[in-house]
T-cell receptor, first 110, second 114 residues
Framework: GEDVEQSLFLSVREGDSSVINCTYT??????LYWYKQEPGAGLQLLTYIFSNMDMKQDQRLTVLLNKKDKHLSLRIADTQTGDSAIYFCAERVTGNQFYFGTGTSLTVIP | DTGVSQDPRHKITKRGQNVTFRCDPISEHNRLYWYRQTLGQGPEFLTYFQNEAQLEKSRLLSDRFSAERPKGSFSTLEIQRTEQGDSAMYLC????????????FGSGTRLTVV
């Protein structure tokens, strides 16, 4: 089956950039997504990228996709304490299922 | 915008009991999904409805699990004869048409089986 991997923890200082990485195994992914989950809450869609794109920028968020290496990253510029959360990458291969990574817990130190 | 609503938020039940959860999707969304999330893991797909038709089911959805969406609006997920391994967060999501823009998730129902 599909395997989506992320590092478990990331800690950054407020104002620095955060980079959260994700690797996936299925080369036929059509769309890749980043979701944010705050404690006790559901998942909030942050951004997505189509598999024929290399980069997408949306305000403080930059998504980079290296399709050859099956590597996806999310860069958050000027990280704020409100960005502290768990970040999930997800891929859509076919059908209506998303395959989620295990999540990266981002801690922003004031 | 009422978003995706799930009820209850928390449920504690004894092993062997049946439980039922409800999901109300965003009103104009025709697609509804159930996912399960265990501690420290990402969500795992359980099942998907388009309108009232259940079109996909995961192998995770054992015969103790049943989901319905009788009128193509709200959905229920029932777990019969609960086991401790069923303890998890059950997430509902909805979308309109294709999945380009991803799902909108509810806040989930946290089930604890004791």
């Amino acid at each position: 089956g599909e395997d989506v991997e992320q590092s478990l923890f990331l800690s950054v200082r407020e104002g620095d950039s955060s980079v959260i990485n994700c690797t996936y195994t299925d080369s036929s992914s059509t769309y890749l997504y980043w979701y944010k989950q705050e404690p006790g809450a559901g998942l909030q869609l942050l951004t997505y990228i189509f598999s024929n794109m290399d980069m997408k920028q949306d305000q403080r968020l930059t998504v980079l996709l290296n399709k050859k290496d099956k590597h996806l990253s999310l860069r958050i510029a000027d990280t704020q304490t409100g960005d502290s959360a768990i970040y999930f990458c997800a891929e859509r291969v076919t059908g209506n299922q998303f395959y989620f990574g295990t999540g990266t817990s981002l801690t922003v130190i004031p | 915008d009422t978003g995706v609503s799930q009820d209850p938020r928390h449920k504690i039940t004894k092993r062997g009991q049946n439980v039922t959860f409800r999901c109300d999707p965003i009103s104009e969304h025709n697609r509804l999904y159930w996912y399960r999330q265990t501690l420290g893991q990402g969500p795992e797909f359980l099942t998907y409805f388009q309108n009232e038709a259940q079109l996909e089911k995961s192998r995770l959805l054992s015969d103790r699990f049943s989901a319905e969406r009788p009128k193509g609006s709200f959905s229920t997920l029932e777990i019969q004869r609960t086991e401790q391994g069923d303890s998890a967060m059950y997430l509902c999501a909805s979308s309109l048409g294709g999945l380009v823009y991803g799902y909108t998730f509810g806040s989930g129902t946290r089930l604890t089986v004791v």
